[in-house]
């Protein structure tokens, strides 16, 4: 069973990993801006178009370091007087000679609770894994715990998730791959992915000054076997159309990130770089852009057929 932080152990041989504690799952510093990406009820939270993207790469320096793209899109409609959304996702995850891809369609059913929203979503993704052997520098070219070829696989990956959101705070939990898929990669290989388990939070404090405010956010998650934590704090300023932050989050025993990023001309662009907590280098950290836009996007009907005449009987 190959767990990430294995993967990179492989990769980088004699280096000891940073992410003793790491999943299978990509860890993203704006992970408050890309909810969906773990949370299929997040879907549809808006009832605008909102489309995101990030690129992360990591251990910055090293050969083969790893690397991520990720792009959604989901939006909020109307079905029979009740909301629901829908989303749609990609994730492209390279790490040395592995690669990690999944595709997956999501849904949510929202309604009102309490005050608030509380939203119940699904997904369902296919994943596909690969290993390209050819590359491969061993000192003996017949070890039998390496391919020699290019292999891979796919996968059923199935996610499952809860979002409540009331006023200036929001509570969510989830579950990534909770059939456990199981990846055969050739005849004689396999890889397995252990269901992931989040829960998040985050909340808008208002300032005297109405410009500007407060943003705490927090992201836990676990496989049962290693676990992550991050808490993350940001300054926002926002006047109109107008929006600058400036924060920090820490994920105790990982690492320190630094966020800046702001709303220009209606995109949002951020920016992260995050230090290692240990012997690691600071200039081998990881560096992470994120890019996000919401357009106006109303499906209901109104008007239809209707018109008015100006003659005059």
């Known amino acids: 069973m190959f767990k990430r932080g294995y993967i990179i152990i492989t ?3 004699s280096l000891v990993s940073v992410e003793s504690q790491a999943q299978y799952d ?5 992970y408050f801006d890309m909810e969906p990406s773990f949370n299929a009820a997040a879907v549809g939270k808006s009832p605008k178009l909102n489309i995101a993207a990030a690129y992360a790469m990591e251990m910055a320096g090293f050969k083969r370091n790893p690397n991520t793209m990720y792009a959604g899109a989901d939006a909020q409609f109307l079905l029979l007087k009740q909301f629901h959304g829908a989303g749609i996702q990609l994730m492209n995850d390279q790490i040395g000679l592995f690669s990690h891809k999944r595709l997956a369609l999501q849904y949510a059913f929202k309604f ?3 005050g608030g929203q509380l939203s119940t979503g699904i997904s369902a993704g296919l994943l596909s894994e690969s290993f390209d052997g050819t590359k491969v520098d061993l000192e003996e070219s017949n070890d039998p715990a390496f391919s020699s070829s290019k292999i891979e696989g796919n996968s059923l ?5 809860l979002y409540y959101s009331h006023r200036n705070w929001y509570v969510g939990i989830s579950a990534q791959h909770l059939n456990s ?4 990669l050739g005849e004689t290989n396999e890889l397995q992915v252990d269901a992931t388990y989040y829960l998040t939070g985050g909340a808008t404090i208002r300032l005297r000054n109405p410009f500007l405010s407060i943003q705490p956010s927090f992201l836990f998650r676990t496989d049962l076997s290693g676990y992550r934590g991050d808490i993350t704090g940001r300054f926002t300023y926002t006047n109109e159309k107008k929006m600058f932050y400036a924060g920090l989050s820490y994920a105790p025993t990982i690492s320190t990130t630094v966020l800046i990023g702001g709303k220009f001309h209606g995109i949002v662009l951020g920016y992260s770089y995050e230090i290692y907590t240990s012997a690691i280098n600071p200039g081998n950290g990881s560096h992470e852009i ?9 499906l209901q009907k109104k008007g239809k057929n209707m018109h008015k005449s100006v003659r005059v009987l």
């Not at 898929?181 to 055969?184: G, S």
């Not at 994120?290 to 109303?298: A, E």
């Open 11 to 13: 990769m980088i041989l």
């Open 26 to 30: 990509v860890s993203f510093s704006h």
């Open 112 to 114: 009102k609770l309490f």
């Open 157 to 161: 990956d199935l996610a499952a998730g």
């Open 181 to 184: 898929p199981c990846v055969q």
């Open 290 to 298: 994120f890019v996000g836009y919401q357009m106006d996007l109303n």
